[in-house]
C-alpha cells in the first residue's frame, strides 16, 4: 500500500464515524469527528452529485484534516416485479399513502466518482458491493484509499482481490443496511467471529463495525486484530449528526434494559437493514428483496411520517447496542471513547 494512502492505524483516534446516509449524515457530524483525531464520513448516498461536491468543499473549509466519502456501490438489476408490485398493493390495501412509484437506478455512481476522483477525499469507502479493480484503481491513482464493507469471509477475499487498501467489517449486530454484496445472502456472522475469520485468511486492516459504543467495545475489537471501529449509532444523538426528531426519540427511549429491541427488515428498502422494531418493521415482515424499488416506494410515506413525528412509520435503523447512545457533541464523544479505549488496552497489558 502506498505510504501517501490513509491507513486506518493512521488516525490519531480509532474511530470512523460510520456514513449514516439517508439524514443523519452532515457535513458538520464530518467536521467534528475529523477534528478530534478520528476519520469523518460524508455519506454521498441519496444525494446529488453537485450536493456531494458542495458538502465536500464545506468540510474542506472547515477542517485540513483527513477525511472520508462513502459510496453505495451499484445495486443488482435482477429484481421480481411481480413482487415488488404485490407488495405496494398490500401497502396501499393498509391504506399506507403517500408512496412512490417503484424504480431503479445506480444512484448516480458514475457521477459520484467523477466528483470523488477530481476532490480526492483521504478515503473512498463502498457499501452494497465491491467495485471493479479498474474503479479501486481509479481511486488510488487519485491519491484515495478504497475501504470496502464485507460481511463474510468470502466477500473479504472478492474486496482484496479487487485491490482494496481496507475492510471495513461489519457484523450482523450493525444498525442501518446490511453492506453485504448480495441482499438474497447478507453476512449474519458476529462482528467477533468475523474479525478473527477475516484476519485469519485475508491479510488487510481492518475496520470493525457493529454494535460499538464504548471504549471498551473499541479496545475488544483492536484487541482482536482491528486497526480501528466504526461508530454508527453512538452519534445519531449528537447534535452535529440530522437524525429526525422522531428518531432521536427512539433511540434515547431504549432506556437502560433496551426494552425495544431492534430486528432486520427489508420494509422500508427492500435491503435487508437493523432497526429499531415498530410497527411498520412488524406488519410488513414479508417484504421482497429489492433495492432501491421498495425504498423509493416508501420514501414519499417515512417523509411524511417524519414530518408528523410518527416514529412508527419509519426506519429506526439502530445498533444492537443503541441504548448506550449518549446526546454529547461528536468531538466530545470522540475523545471521551478514545480515551477509554486506550485506557483499557493498558491495562490488558
Known amino acids: 500500500m502506498a505510504a501517501d494512502r490513509l491507513q486506518p492505524s493512521d488516525l490519531d483516534a480509532p474511530i470512523v464515524q460510520a456514513p449514516l446516509a439517508g439524514g443523519p449524515s452532515t457535513p458538520a457530524l464530518a467536521i467534528a469527528v475529523a477534528e478530534a483525531g478520528g476519520l469523518g464520513t460524508l455519506a454521498a448516498g441519496y444525494k446529488t452529485p453537485d450536493a456531494v461536491a458542495a458538502e465536500i468543499a464545506e468540510i474542506r473549509a472547515a477542517t485540513d484534516r483527513p477525511f472520508g466519502v462513502n459510496l453505495f456501490a451499484p445495486p443488482a438489476t435482477a429484481i421480481e416485479t411481480a413482487a415488488v408490485a404485490r407488495y405496494v398493493e398490500a401497502l396501499r390495501a393498509g391504506g399506507l399513502e403517500p408512496l412512490g412509484e417503484p424504480r431503479h437506478d445506480d444512484d448516480a455512481f458514475a457521477e459520484k466518482l467523477d466528483v470523488l476522483e477530481a476532490q480526492r477525499p483521504a478515503v ?86 457493529g454494535g460499538i459504543m464504548t471504549g471498551r467495545a473499541i479496545a475488544a475489537v483492536l484487541a482482536a486484530g482491528a486497526d480501528a471501529a466504526q461508530l454508527g449509532s453512538a452519534f445519531m444523538r449528537t447534535p452535529e449528526a440530522a437524525t429526525s426528531a422522531p428518531h432521536r426519540a427512539a433511540l434515547a427511549g431504549g432506556g437502560g434494559g433496551g426494552d425495544r429491541p431492534t430486528g432486520l427488515t427489508r420494509a422500508f428498502s427492500g435491503r435487508t437493514a437493523r432497526g429499531i422494531v415498530n410497527r411498520f418493521q412488524r406488519e410488513h415482515p414479508d417484504a421482497p428483496s429489492a433495492y432501491p424499488e421498495v425504498h423509493h416506494v416508501t420514501s414519499p410515506l ?6 408528523a413525528g410518527d416514529a412508527e412509520s419509519i426506519n429506526l435503523w439502530a ?22 479505549a486506550r485506557a483499557r488496552l493498558r491495562e490488558l497489558s
Do not use: K
Open 302 to 307: 417515512r417523509a411524511a411520517a417524519r414530518r
Open 124 to 209: 473512498v469507502s463502498f457499501t452494497f458491493g465491491c467495485p471493479s479493480p479498474a474503479v479501486v484503481d481509479r481511486m488510488r491513482s487519485a491519491g484515495c484509499a478504497v475501504w470496502v464493507t464485507i460481511t463474510t469471509p468470502a466477500e473479504a477475499a472478492t474486496a482484496a482481490g479487487a485491490g482494496a487498501d481496507a475492510l471495513v467489517v461489519q457484523g450482523v449486530e450493525a444498525g442501518g443496511h446490511r453492506g453485504s454484496f448480495s441482499d438474497a445472502a447478507p453476512g449474519d456472522i458476529g462482528l467477533l467471529s468475523l474479525l478473527q475469520l477475516v484476519g485469519a485468511w485475508v491479510g488487510l486492516p481492518m475496520v470493525a463495525a
Open 319 to 340: 445498533g444492537q447496542a443503541y441504548p448506550l447512545a449518549r446526546e454529547v457533541p461528536a468531538a466530545q464523544l470522540v475523545r471521551e471513547l478514545a480515551g477509554d
